[in-house]
């Protein structure tokens, strides 16, 4: 309740304490038998543990003088005992408690919890609104957070694919340097038997070496002997051939092994020199082993990481793939559903194209019938009825008269060339009737029909057709007469808006020029430029030259300007096209790649009067370019080799900076 009934004989203190131990609500007291306000000259002191409200309370120093007059004589007090004792020892003070009560000489405010108050629940709103502010920018944050991590996620996996074949190359690597360690050793095993067995060799070689020179010596010994005897008259040089002869082959027997010998030992060299060759080889292949075994332990390790990241995603990969499957069963029942229904329809339309042809040949077969037999009874219905009009008898008197037992009268020919020589004077005897030859007649006939044939068929449904043919007649002049007006009303439309489009274009071409020329005037200081048309005469057809003569320099031509020149004035263009025809933003990628530093500072202030209506979005690497911005965004990279957008807000008004929502 908002209001209670105290028995008599209670002060408010215990009024308020049974309103806070009852939970009634709050209430406001009017008390009697108060002491008298006192009104003192000053602020009294105030007991321990109290202190002034005035002194609490901050304000703008607009309201400060309200709130201090609001709070004048106002003490904060931590107890309602304190409270009645200091509004009993000062009656001209109130005391607020820290639980909200109010006790003044008079009157007392309080009890239990009450509803909060305006401010209260501003302040509870706005805390709300901020707490809402930092949970959508957590949430942004998140959201950004989430999609790195599953970037990373992707990644982890292509990471996971690779560190798989890498794991399966180097396993292939591995057994391949097993092998070759293997074939290595083998040789080198083989290239040591061979040294030992060619040292055993030269060692064999020496020693024969050795003998043959010890017989060689010998053998000169006996020679110089033999050679200091006195020498007969005939003495017998058996001997000494002998001895020559065993000379000639123990030398012979000395190169050999030479050269035996010399074989050897490069044998040996060239050996000894595969065998370190092999040794450094296998050495090389044992590091390079041990590089792919720590190498393929880090990939297992980078692996068991991106297995964690991995097993995240499996649970979904797996419902995919079950989404996957069933979508597949029933496109491939699909599939197989259209497949019967085409081969069905395929084998009722050949059915149809055959029952079509078969159709068309009995129709035309049925026609041609009707046909000759229409003709024929037309035949004789015309044959009738010329017999009947033209010559006024009845087919029985022409077959009296004209049948086969009467002669033929002479053909018209005949008469004709009878007649043609009596004009001329010629004495010729008149055409005589010719008894009937069939034959004869019959070639008479055919020649007839020939003729006959030459004038065409007669065709019985004439008429059906000319009134179709005059309905289409009729149907087809009224489409041209459409087409006709269609054609007119289009180049009406085309006139209109060829009218339009020179209008706008002109208007267009008018402004831009107009902005171009003070365009380049700010990019190149002295400088000239413009915008000429091709053919001024036909602006539908026209193109547009850029002529441009910078400051110092009489080229006009684009193409003789510099790389930088160029792009200035691209640059120009682009601005002039924008200042002619407004947008609500631009987006413009380095366009001051090109640019030294003082063409940049003078397109960066071409941008500043863009800004004024426009929003612009600038991609650069260029530092004057970045001072001139309200807000940074970038791409980062830590140490731990994840990419964050990163932003940094500037605030022109007090320079300040903040950072900017990413």
């Known amino acids: 309740a908002d209001a209670v009934a105290v028995a008599a004989g209670d002060d408010a203190v215990t009024a308020l304490r049974w309103l806070k131990d009852t939970e009634s609500g709050r209430a406001g007291l009017l008390l009697g038998a108060a002491p008298d306000t006192v009104e003192a000259s000053g602020l009294p002191a105030l007991p321990d543990g109290a202190r002034w409200a005035r002194e609490v309370v901050h304000a703008p120093e607009a309201l400060r003088p309200a709130v201090e007059k609001a709070l004048n004589r106002v003490a904060l007090v931590g107890e309602l005992d304190e409270a009645r004792s200091l509004v009993a020892t ?81 396993k292939v690597r591995h057994a391949r340097s097993s092998e070759r360690l293997s074939s290595l050793e083998q040789a080198a095993r083989s290239a040591e038997s061979e040294v030992r067995r060619l040292r055993e060799q030269r060692d064999k070689v020496e020693h024969n070496r050795e003998q043959v020179l010890a017989e060689l010596a010998e053998l000169e010994e006996r020679l110089a002997s033999f050679s200091d005897e006195p020498v007969e008259e005939d003495p017998d040089t058996t001997e000494r051939d002998e001895a020559a002869e065993s000379l000639a082959a123990v030398r012979q027997e000395e190169v050999d092994a030479r050269l035996a010998l010399r074989t050897a030992e490069e044998r040996v060299q060239g050996i000894a020199g595969r065998a370190e060759a092999l040794r450094r080889e296998a050495e090389a292949e044992r590091q390079a082993r041990e590089r792919a075994e720590q190498a393929r332990i880090a990939r297992a390790r980078g692996a068991e990481i991106a297995g964690a990241v991995v097993d995240g995603g499996e649970s979904a990969l797996e419902r995919i793939e079950t989404s996957l499957q069933r979508a597949a069963a029933e496109r491939d029942a699909i599939q197989a559903r259209r497949e019967e229904t085409e081969q069905a329809l395929g084998q009722v339309r050949n059915r149809v194209r055959e029952l079509t042809v078969e159709l068309e040949k009995l129709t035309d077969a049925v026609h041609r019938d009707e046909v000759a037999r229409a003709e024929q009874r037309l035949r004789l219905e015309q044959l009738e009825a010329r017999i009947t009009e033209e010559f006024a008898i009845g087919l029985d008197d022409l077959v009296a008269e004209y049948g086969p037992d009467v002669d033929v009268p002479p053909g018209p020919g005949e008469m004709a060339e009878y007649e043609a020589a009596k004009e001329r004077g010629d004495t010729v005897m008149a055409p005589q009737p010719i008894p009937y ?49 269609t054609r007119e009303d289009l180049l009406s439309v085309v006139k209109e808006v060829d009218e339009k489009i020179l209008e706008v274009f002109t208007s267009a071409y008018t402004d831009v020029a107009r902005e171009f020329e003070t365009v380049f005037s700010v990019l190149f200081p002295g400088g000239e430029g413009r915008m000429v048309l091709t053919e001024p005469g036909d602006m539908l057809t026209t193109g547009v030259d850029v002529e441009a003569r910078p400051p110092g320099k009489k080229v006009k031509r684009l193409s003789l300007l510099s790389g930088g020149e160029k792009s200035l004035v691209a640059v120009a263009m682009l601005v002039a096209i924008f200042r002619a025809r407004p947008s609500p933003f631009y987006v413009l990628d380095e366009v001051e790649a090109a640019l030294d530093e003082t063409n940049m500072r003078r397109l960066i202030g071409l941008l500043e009067q863009l800004r004024a209506n426009s929003q612009l979005l600038i991609i650069t690497h260029q530092k004057p370019t970045m001072e001139i911005a309200d807000a940074l965004y970038g791409v980062s990279m830590q140490g731990d080799g994840i990419t964050r957008v990163i932003s940094q807000r500037l605030r022109a008004d007090d320079g300040v900076e903040e950072p900017a929502p990413a």
């Open 437 to 485: 030859d069939r034959d004869t007649q019959q070639r008479r006939a055919n020649r007839a029909e020939k003729d006959l044939a030459k004038l065409g068929k007669v065709n019985p449904l004439a008429l059906e057709e000319y009134a179709a043919l005059e309905e289409r007649y009729k149907f087809l002049s009224t489409q041209l007469e459409d087409l006709k007006q």
């Open 90 to 170: 000062h009656p001209e003070l109130t005391a607020v408690t820290t639980d909200g009560d109010v006790l003044g000489a008079h009157w007392a405010t309080g009890g239990s919890a009450r509803d909060e108050s305006v401010i209260e629940t501003q302040a509870a709103v706005d805390e709300a609104k901020e707490r809402l502010a930092e949970a959508e920018r957590n949430l942004e944050r998140v959201t950004a957070e989430l999609d790195g991590a599953r970037a990373e996620q992707q990644d982890r996996r292509a990471e996971v694919g690779e560190a798989k074949e890498a794991l399966n190359d180097a």
